[in-house]
């Protein structure tokens, strides 16, 4: 579990700066479309994809494979909604009142 914990913290942090640089880059080098697209390629092709491989050392003391299946299923599921809750809270709660967030010109 403690390898799963590090990974895990792994991954939220570059899914934060990831979902940072993209913010920032819409803003100054892109048009408005592009920032669209590629949030979806990191949230729901990278992402998940991420969350598999931390979530992967975990549910090894369960003997039966699709328990672990399961177990792996369910926590990755629960990750990925929790962080898309809070992609939602940073942006549209956290960056404007930071002052972190301008209007594409």
Same mark, same amino acid.
């Given at each position: &579990?403690?390898? &799963?914990?590090?990974? +895990? +913290?792994?991954? *939220? @942090?570059? !899914?934060?700066?990831?979902?940072?640089?993209?913010?920032?880059?819409?803003?100054?080098?892109?048009?408005?479309?592009?920032?669209?697209? &590629?949030? $979806?390629?990191? %949230?729901?092709? +990278?992402?998940?994809?991420?969350? @598999?491989?931390?979530?992967? =050392?975990?549910?090894?003391?369960?003997? %039966?494979?699709?328990?672990?299946?399961?177990?792996?299923?369910?926590?990755?599921?629960? $990750?990925?909604? *929790? &962080?898309?809750?809070?992609?939602?809270?940073?942006?549209? !709660?956290?960056? =404007? %009142?930071?002052?972190?967030?301008?209007?594409?010109?």
């Amino acid at each position: &579990m403690n390898k &799963m914990a590090i990974r +895990l +913290l792994i991954v *939220c @942090i570059a !899914h934060v700066l990831i979902f940072e640089g993209v913010c920032q880059l819409s803003v100054y080098c892109q048009r408005e479309s592009t920032d669209e697209l &590629m949030t $979806l390629f990191f %949230n729901f092709l +990278l992402f998940p994809g991420l969350l @598999i491989w931390a979530v992967l =050392p975990g549910f090894k003391q369960i003997n %039966n494979r699709v328990l672990r299946f399961a177990g792996r299923a369910a926590v990755v599921i629960l $990750l990925f909604f *929790c &962080m898309q809750t809070a992609d939602y809270f940073y942006s549209w !709660h956290l960056r =404007p %009142n930071l002052g972190l967030y301008k209007e594409p010109a």
